[in-house]
């Protein structure tokens, strides 16, 4: 079953150039229970689209189009009084600078007790023990709750905030670039938490990450998100080695990890489309390798499969660009690939 479900979801922001449409005609679900894995370039409206989720939009942004349903009920123009027992509770998140989810000038301590307190009827001192387990459940010592946050590392405050995130025992954690600033050996420290957790506690986690090769390890399912679009989703065997979407080819070159990808790593050249004023047909034309006139002109439908999505004029030739995608050549500004006249304007 669905336990988040997005439809046709636009956001924009108000801008001195104009609207700026982050998120554009997003479909997306989160099943109960899997981690569904959300990557794409900076830039490419991951954030948004998990902001527009808990509603926690900055003043000049809106959900402008769509719906958002969560648990079965609507999660748009949710008053804050009914959002707030769900937050938390059924849904939490942990976000992309985890010093602003603590409050510098509580304890640890009485940042837990607040947060438990708001949803469960139990005693401070109930509160804290609770509190204490979750906290060495993610590797910290209890004693840490009576430390201000700048007494943590980085890496601890990043544990503390995922406790934080799971201590209710949520249907769906959103967690967006959580291991950003830290080290390897701590970021692999805590994806390996981040899947232990989701298995004992079955809660949903949505990860986002530009991290490719993360999501390879631990996703169930991965949307690529490209120029405020949903571009491909689908089980993570299916994206990974039968992508069906150029940018997913591109962008699994350029990390280093994944099985049956190029040996050489090979970026994409250039860099996603500007939001206030996007292209007319598909989006990712202009760095496409196979891009066509019809591409200039016409935004690709999804092409439908039950699970396996992808938003590509040409899905079905997707084996052969998959094998020349995985060469450089293929990515460098190679005229002969593309429609003269139609590129070089
Ligand atoms: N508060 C804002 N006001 C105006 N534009 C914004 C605002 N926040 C984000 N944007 C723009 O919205 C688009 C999507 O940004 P978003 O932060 O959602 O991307 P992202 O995929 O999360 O990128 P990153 O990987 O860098 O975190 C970008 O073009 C960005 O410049
Ligand atoms: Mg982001």
Redesign the pocket.
């Known amino acids: 079953m669905n336990l988040l479900e997005t439809r046709n979801l636009s956001v924009e922001?108000g801008?001195d150039e104009g609207p700026?449409r982050?998120v554009d005609g997003v479909d997306l679900s989160v099943e109960s229970g899997e981690i569904l894995g959300v990557v794409?370039?900076?830039?490419?409206?991951?954030?948004?689209?998990m902001k527009a989720i808990l509603n926690l939009l900055?003043e000049?942004?809106d959900v402008v189009e769509g719906d958002i349903q969560f648990d079965g009920r609507s999660l748009i123009d949710i008053p804050e009084s009914e959002l707030r027992p769900i937050r938390w509770e059924d849904l939490s998140y942990i976000i992309?600078n985890a010093m602003t989810t603590l409050d510098p000038v509580y304890r640890i301590g009485s940042q837990f007790v607040e947060i438990i307190r708001t949803h469960r009827d139990v005693s401070k001192s109930e509160a804290r023990s609770m509190a204490g387990e979750m906290l060495e459940d993610v590797g910290i010592d209890r004693s840490r709750l009576s430390d201000y946050p700048h007494e943590l590392s980085g890496g601890q405050r990043q544990r503390v905030v995922i406790a934080l995130a799971l201590v209710l025992d949520p249907k769906l954690v959103i967690a967006d670039?959580p291991t950003t600033g830290l080290d390897v050996v701590t970021q692999e420290e805590i994806l390996k938490l981040i899947k232990r957790i989701q298995k004992s506690f079955d809660s949903a986690v949505v990860l986002i990450t530009?991290d490719i090769s993360v999501v390879a390890e631990i996703a169930d399912r991965v949307a690529v998100?490209y120029g405020g679009e949903l571009v491909e989703v689908g089980p993570t065997s299916d994206v990974f080695h039968r992508s069906a979407h150029p940018y997913t080819m591109g962008l699994m070159n350029a990390f280093p990890s994944i099985e049956e990808s190029a040996d050489e790593l090979v970026s994409i050249p250039g860099s996603p489309p500007n939001?206030v004023d996007p292209p007319t047909g598909c989006r990712f034309t202009e760095r496409c390798p196979f891009a066509t006139e019809e591409c200039y002109e016409e935004p690709p439908e999804e092409t439908v499969g039950e699970r396996h999505r992808s938003r590509c004029h040409y899905t079905a030739q997707a084996p052969e660009f998959r094998e020349r995608s995985e060469r450089a050549e293929t990515w460098t500004a190679d005229e002969s690939v593309r429609p003269e006249g139609v590129y070089n304007e």
């Open positions: 922001y801008t700026l982050a794409g370039e900076s830039g490419c409206g991951k954030t948004t689209l900055p000049n942004g992309q670039e530009h998100m939001l």
